[in-house]
Every structure is written in structure tokens, then in C-alpha cells.
């Protein structure tokens, strides 16, 4: 519900719906770059102009939207942005209250060792560990559903040593991708798709194949 994210977030940040308005959280699993991306990149081609990702999770997005046809589907996107510069939505907020993924933060340690360093949070699958991503936000503003029910994300880092060893990974060795394996996971990336993430923006386009003209 629209209001277990309110409420754990200061105003600038509220979702402009009422509390019971009915909303579902976006993840892309390891295989999305085989199942959707790829034949997607495969079909659209020369009708690629920004980030193949983001134009696939719309194309994606809107199909789901023309399933309900009777029905207004708002959909944010994780890389939407206000006037002020500010996110449209904090995806690892949202992924925690919906019960999809634990967003671990400083406040999780009980003893901190950062000091006045700034330490950003990261969210974990209990299945996928770190090998996911939160794509969108879906949201039904003429659905209410007062009687739902909150579930808990599972806490999948349980122990002060851990949660510790993730942030400390996360926010100074993210690039080597560890704190993404901090459990057991049961799929992660392909190579192909790490080296994908891990190229410039700029130069993922030569990856798939694709031109600089459409580009």
C-alpha cells in the first residue's frame, strides 16, 4: 500500500495517493538480460535511442499496462526524476515495505565503524543476494485495499558481523561486485551481463551490437 511507504519517509518524499491505494514494486531478475533484453534489442533496433535497459522495462511496463484496460495504471520508473532533482520514488524504500528485498543501512549495525563517512544502504534478495534490480513502481489509483496485509522482507543478513561486511563492501568496493554474493544466492549474473553493467554507458551500445547511428 501506498501508505507503508509514506510513512516511513519524510514529506517531500510522499507518493501523491491516498494511504490503501494498491501498488507493486518492479524487479528484474538475472535471466531478464537473456529473456527480455536481448530479444528485445533484437527486435527494436533501430528504434533504440537511449539506454536499451530503460527502453526495454517500458516497453515491458506498458504491456502490462494495456492488460487492464479498464483500469488507470501509473507507472514511475526508477531513473525518473522531479524538477527538483530529487527521485520520483526510492526504490529500496519501496522494495523493503512491499516485502520484496531487505534494505539494509547504517542503522542496522549496531556498532558502527564509519564514523563521519557517509554510508548509503543497499538492498539484498533473500534469493538473488545482490543480482537484481528495482525497475518501477506500478500503481492503481482507483484500487483501494484497506484490508491488505504487510509482509516483512526477509532479513537474509542476520548477523552485526555481516550487515557490517555488506555496507563495507557496497560503498567501498562496489565496482568488484562482492557485496552482491553476501548469502547464498541461486542465480546471478551471466558474464555477459556483468560485463554489460560494468562498460560506460556511452559504450554498451557496440556491446549489443548496435550503431553509433542509432545511437
Known sequence: ??????????????????????????LSTP????????????????????????QCVSHHLSRVKEKF???KVDVIFDYEILPSRKPKFLAQTA????????????????????GKKKIYGVCIHPKYGGWFAIRGLLL?????????????PVDCVSTEEKRTE???QFNFHWQDGRYRDIIEVKERYSEEQKAYFATPPAERFRLLGL????Q
Open 1 to 26: 500500500k501506498v501508505g507503508w511507504y509514506n510513512a516511513v519517509l519524510q514529506p517531500a518524499f510522499h507518493l501523491p495517493y491516498p494511504d490503501d491505494t494498491l501498488a507493486f514494486v518492479v
Open 31 to 54: 535471466s531478464m538480460f537473456d529473456k527480455a533484453l536481448k530479444p528485445f534489442v533484437n527486435k527494436e533496433r533501430l528504434k533504440i535511442i537511449r539506454d536499451p535497459v530503460d
Open 69 to 71: 484496460p479498464d483500469q
Open 95 to 114: 522494495a523493503h515495505v512491499a516485502g520484496a528485498a531487505y534494505y539494509y543501512q547504517r542503522k542496522d549495525v549496531k556498532l558502527d565503524p564509519w
Open 140 to 152: 492503481f489509483p482507483d484500487i483501494q485495499v484497506p484490508f491488505l496485509e504487510q509482509s516483512a
Open 166 to 168: 555488506l555496507l563495507e
Open 211 to 214: 550503431t553509433q547511428e542509432a
